[in-house]
């Protein structure tokens, strides 16, 4: 069914429960995203898709539209929120992009370079994750993980359908797992799946580090705002 919404105070026409998200985006808005895939079911998890909807703030990709629903995205107070929940992802984890083998290449990164982040304002944490290197051809750099749950729940065991990734613990006792016999059953195009779905530098495949050259990498070839708006990710 064909509605109508108002999207930063212009009339846009679209599908009644269409996630926002996309709409914005097929309209000419960018709102920045770390957990949400198109296609794949909404997790909801990093917040940082943040927007005012009829006046209450809601992470957009959550967000079904319907008729004459009033969306803000482009204002100074809400892509300051935006910035400081990018920064508190930063502080939480150890980001040290120039050693990082996702850099370039990582949706945090190229998010927080989107909305302006230079030094959070909030102090470091800097709390200490154990890497975990036991699977034969993953390992987790458990520094960098956002939680944002994509590899707990869109990738499984071909064949029992298990889960292959859990978050285990809470708060900043949190921290992913991998099970290391599944994952060694993992094909060779779903290591590289899991790699690439992790929208940081946790998830990485062992072997293939820095094989792009600086320049030539994801982001640096073309920014995350482009990519969104041009349906490329
Ligand atoms: S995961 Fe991303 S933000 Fe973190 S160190 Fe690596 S490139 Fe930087
Ligand atoms: S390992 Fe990567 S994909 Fe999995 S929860 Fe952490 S950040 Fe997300």
């Keep these: 069914m064909s509605i109508q919404i108002t999207l930063d105070g212009r009339p846009v026409s679209t599908q009644a429960g269409a996630n ?3 709409v914005a ?3 000419g808005v960018y709102i920045p995203t770390l957990c949400y895939l198109k296609g794949k079911p909404c997790l909801g998890t990093c917040r940082i898709c943040s927007v005012s909807v009829n006046g209450r703030i809601a992470a957009a990709c959550t967000v079904s539209v319907s008729d004459g629903m009033i969306v ?3 204002e100074p107070a809400l892509a300051d929120m935006r910035k400081a929940l990018i920064e508190m992802l930063f502080i939480e984890g ?11 290449r990582c949706d945090l990164q190229a998010v927080g370079y989107d909305v302006g982040m230079l030094v959070p304002r909030f102090p470091y944490r800097f ?4 890497r975990e290197v036991g699977a034969e051809r993953i390992w987790l750099e458990r520094d960098r993980c956002i939680f944002c749950q994509r590899c707990v729940d869109y990738i499984h065991d071909q064949h ?3 889960k292959i990734f859990t978050i285990k613990g809470r708060g900043s006792n949190a921290r992913i797992e991998i099970d290391k ?8 195009e779903q290591v590289r799946e899991a790699a690439e779905l992790c929208p940081v530098g946790c998830i990485i495949e062992k072997g293939v580090g820095f094989n792009r050259p600086i320049g030539e990498r994801k982001f640096e070839i073309k920014s995350v705002r482009q990519r969104a708006l041009e349906d490329d990710v």
């Design 20 to 22: 926002l998200v996309d």
């Design 25 to 27: 985006a097929e309209h």
């Design 72 to 74: 803000a995205v482009d």
């Design 94 to 104: 150890n980001h040290n992009c120039p050693s990082c083998e996702k850099s370039g």
């Design 127 to 130: 709390t200490p994750h154990q």
């Design 160 to 162: 029992s359908g298990q």
């Design 181 to 188: 016999t599944l994952a060694d059953q993992m094909s060779a």
